[in-house]
């Protein structure tokens, strides 16, 4: 009687409204949903830089410039990308007699918002206007403030004057605002912009977008539904709607995805490498799952203010006792390739006659001894005060993979005599203040996200170094001093000649490898688990995220 | 019994109070601030983007000073805009108070029917085969991380079976039906979690009761096991189960954090873990004092409750 009523009860249920209503069909034609694991907490593109935010936004709207699968920079909302070559950018004279420059982009001719109004130079005034208030909570202001001033062309055209002249002078990957929507937001108390602006108050208005999506529906913390834009100059994408679907924890993520309630993972926001070698072995055979390795290096950031890595012989030592090849191979299949600088060698600036450290444990001893490490009690070595080789080795609590890493590191050091203690903490604390503060005293393993080309200048020059008297600023958290370096980062960034800058990257890379502030480790890579009927998704590799190009996605289904 | 309900609703405000500046200095006690993490996150941001940040969003001034200036516009009804979630604090929490009440009052009202009879019923049996297997379902319960159970059902009944989805909100609009659907997992989750340590209660409580004097006089005067159990034992050993569904009262609006990560489900556990984690003060605030104050008032509920099961008791 009971099975029969609950039999009952799950019949009525189950019957109620069918499988397509809750979304567990998954042949439906024409509409893609995508699972990631973060919302973005405002779809204002000035305001906080979340990749969640610019994964959606890509979608809604494209910036002036990119970066392309192919790592070269294009335009996308503009026509012509400005040189000096073709004359749409000039260097002028600034009225403080310094060099600066003069950059001139046209809007695409058919760039229009969802709500009719066209793309103009009123925009990028307006943008300009916002970027560089101090009180709209940009969190970018350098940038703009740069932007001496905008200069209206007319309508579709307009030139930015900036302060200096640059390799990257060109790169401008400034996203436009509707100055019909957001002006008179912003011009009635620029202070509470941030919460009055429409992207977050009205996501739905057809005016916030003009690339091949627009927002139809977004309920924060749960989803965002995304319709075509009528308004959208260029090629028809795939799908009429799609819908990204949060769901931070990742095993739920894949239980989503292989019920049918999500068709694809997003690579920029989704499974770990390891999670995603699991997921391959178990059902490979369904879905197309790809690894691209870029830019987010993973590392070790030694403290150089600890006398023991103070010596570069320790540091030498530390990574020639290293496999880091084993590593790659048998914790991730080798998808994520060892690193040997802090420059990609998919960037056209990698140099790939830079030295490198194979695993040579032997000469990490001779090393040792010859730094004066010579006594060895316990399988650990010691000097001649008698003060042992230990170390303390930290990360993230709870990434699985950089525990696993860690474990590793410890055992390899642990057969040159080296003794490392593991304190990991959580991100919050690591990031928050022992690394931020330099309160670590020995290793600290994370990872850096960088753009192409993208100069150190916050990592690696001597002023970035954080103290309580620069109120923890900058990003040396090695504390590496060295004055070749700092003019290298300076000369890098107003060289223009492209053979020029790049010997000079050789020589960074060079310099950077010899003194070795920092241990290189791999190159972490994201997976993409796809459905094998989605086809034309390129993974980029840098920061710009595949759906930049959504409409060469095609639904094969 | 006015002057103790108007005595304990002023005791509890001070504790409201008290605990607003406790929650809001541990917040701010805690290591680096939103703008840590976004230099963290982004190389290009600039110590002077930094400093700039900082001042804006008030985070350059005493914790004090932040506190005095929120409970300020607090008491006149502005609770501030949630940073994470660019919105009103209560915009974004009304909504997850909502679904939260709906998930755990469900799951809750489950549990307590289901623990109840089969925690009698286990008493009136000791170390029978029925109490044997009742105590193994309710340490399986206590035992399953609700991580790892949710897994569990989600991967039988949305994966293999594919009968229900494997978690989120249904839509907007949705019917009856499809939103039980998205809710039927999550509940059980909970109830299978919550039920165990309920009914281990139910069971003490009522075999405690059984041993009493007036048992023994009830059945004496020759009433029947219904009437000696539901007329006197229940009564009675309701008033400790009643104390510890008072004190898991205040859990129905903070939230049930493990179930809504696994499930997607937009409630205040995942929300007021957010607002901690991303130091939006506000919104943690917020989230944190509303389960204080349904614990408090709950607990009152409870109090009250005592003079009818046990007219015994009163109030001076």
């Known amino acids: 009687m009971v099975m029969r009523l609950a039999a009952l009860f799950g019949a009525l249920i189950l019957g109620w409204a069918g499988p397509t209503a809750i979304g567990l069909d998954g042949s439906r034609a024409a509409e893609l949903r995508i699972g990631i694991t973060q919302f973005p907490s405002t779809l204002n593109p000035l305001i906080d830089s979340m990749l969640a935010k610019s994964y959606v936004l890509a979608m809604t709207r494209r910036p002036l410039t990119a970066y392309d699968q192919d790592w070269q920079l294009i335009c996308m909302l503009c026509t012509e990308l400005p040189t000096l070559e073709n004359g749409l950018a000039v260097p002028e004279t600034l009225a403080d007699g310094e060099q600066g420059s003069a950059v001139t982009y046209q809007i695409h001719p058919e760039a229009t918002w969802g709500d009719g109004a066209p793309v103009t130079s009123a925009d990028a005034v307006f943008t300009w206007e916002v970027g560089r208030h101090p009180k709209t909570g940009v969190s970018d202001i350098e940038a703009f403030r740069r932007i001496l001033s905008v200069e209206v062309v007319d309508d579709r055209t307009f030139t930015l004057h900036l302060d200096r002249i640059t390799f990257d002078y060109n790169a401008f990957g400034l996203e436009l605002l509707p100055a019909h929507i957001e002006r008179a937001r912003f011009e009635a108390d620029p202070a509470a912009y941030r919460n009055r602006t429409a992207f977050d108050t009205e996501p739905a208005n057809p005016g916030l977008a003009f690339g091949p999506y627009k927002v139809v529906e977004l309920v924060s913390g749960s989803h965002i539904v995304l319709a075509r834009n009528g308004t959208w100059w260029g090629a028809k994408p795939a799908f009429d709607r799609i819908t990204v679907r949060v769901i931070e924890n990742t095993a739920a993520l894949e239980a989503n995805l292989l019920s049918g309630a999500i068709d694809m993972i997003a690579g920029e926001l989704g499974v770990t490498i390891d999670q995603a070698l699991a997921f391959e072995k178990r059902h490979g055979a369904r879905y197309d799952i790809s690894y691209k390795p870029g830019l987010i290096y993973e590392h070790l950031d030694l403290n150089l203010d600890n006398p023991i890595l103070a010596d570069k012989r320790v540091r030498k030592a530390l990574i020639l006792a290293l496999d880091r090849e084993a590593v790659s191979e048998r914790l991730f299949a080798g998808r994520q390739p060892v690193a040997h600088t802090s420059v990609s060698p998919l960037d056209w600036v990698h140099d790939p006659e830079t030295p490198t450290y194979a695993y040579r444990p032997e000469a990490a001893k001779a090393l040792l001894d010859e730094a004066g490490w010579t006594r060895i009690e316990d399988g650990i070595r010691h000097n001649a005060a008698g003060e042992r080789l230990t170390l303390e080795l930290m990360t993230t609590a709870g990434n699985r993979s950089r525990e696993l890493v860690e474990q590793v590191l410890q055992s390899m050091w642990r057969e040159v005599g080296i003794e490392v203690r593991i304190r990991n903490e959580p991100a919050r604390v690591f990031f928050g203040e022992t690394v931020t503060k330099r309160k670590f005293t020995g290793a600290a393993m994370f990872a850096w996200l960088s753009s192409p080309e993208n100069t150190p200048r916050s990592t690696l020059r001597s002023d970035q170094v954080p103290s309580a008297d620069n109120a923890w600023a900058g990003q040396n958290y090695t504390g590496f001093r060295n004055a070749e370096m700092d003019a290298l980062i300076d000369a890098i960034e107003v060289e223009l000649d492209r053979p020029k800058r790049k010997a000079l990257w050789a020589r960074l890379q060079r310099l950077y490898a010899e003194e070795l502030p920092v241990i290189p480790l791999y190159w972490r890579a994201n997976a993409y688990v796809l459905p094998k009927w989605l086809t034309g998704l390129r993974p980029t590799g840098h920061q710009g995220t595949t759906t930049l190009w959504i409409e060469e996605w095609q639904d094969g289904r | ?316």
């Not at chain 2, 170390?127 to 991967?155: E, K, M």
């Not at chain 2, 614990?295 to 009163?314: E, G, V």
Request: net charge neutral.
């Open chain 2, 1 to 316: 019994m006015l002057t103790y309900v108007a005595q304990r609703l002023t005791e509890s405000a001070l504790v409201l109070l008290i605990m607003s500046f406790v929650v809001y200095g541990l917040i701010g006690l805690m290591p680096g601030d939103p703008i840590d993490i976004m230099v963290s996150s982004d190389p290009n941001m600039t110590p002077q983007d930094a400093a700039r940040l900082r001042a804006l969003y008030g985070l350059d001034r005493p914790i004090v000073e932040r506190y005095l200036n929120w409970l300020g516009a607090a008491l006149q009804g502005d609770f501030g805009y949630s940073r994470l979630h660019a919105r009103p604090v209560l915009e974004v929490l009304l909504p997850r108070l909502g679904n939260t009440v709906l998930l755990m009052g469900l799951a809750f009202l489950l549990a307590f029917a289901l623990a109840l009879p089969a925690g009698v019923y286990a008493a009136l049996r000791p170390r029978g085969v029925g109490d044997t297997a009742i105590n193994l379902f309710a340490f399986a319960g206590i035992s399953l991380p609700p991580f790892w159970l949710a897994i569990l059902l989600i991967i039988l009944f949305a994966v293999a079976l594919g009968w229900l989805p494997a978690g989120g909100m249904a839509p907007s609009g949705a019917g009856l039906g499809v939103q039980v659907q998205y809710l039927l997992l999550p509940i059980a989750t909970l109830t299978l979690a919550t039920i165990g340590g309920i009914l281990r209660f139910v069971r003490a409580a009522t075999m405690e009761a059984l041993r009493q004097d007036y048992v023994r006089t009830a059945r004496a005067k020759g009433l029947s096991e219904r009437q000696v159990v539901f007329g006197h034992v229940l009564r009675n050993a309701m008033i400790p189960v009643v104390t510890i569904l008072a004190l898991n009262f205040g859990a129905l609006f903070s939230g049930a954090l493990i179930t809504e990560t696994m499930f997607g489900y937009l409630g205040m556990g995942k929300a007021i873990y957010d607002a901690i984690l991303g130091n939006d003060f506000n919104l943690a605030l917020i989230g944190l004092l509303l389960a204080t104050l349904t614990t408090l008032l709950a607990n009152l509920a409870a109090d009250l409750c005592y003079t009818w099961l046990d007219p015994r008791i009163s109030f001076r």
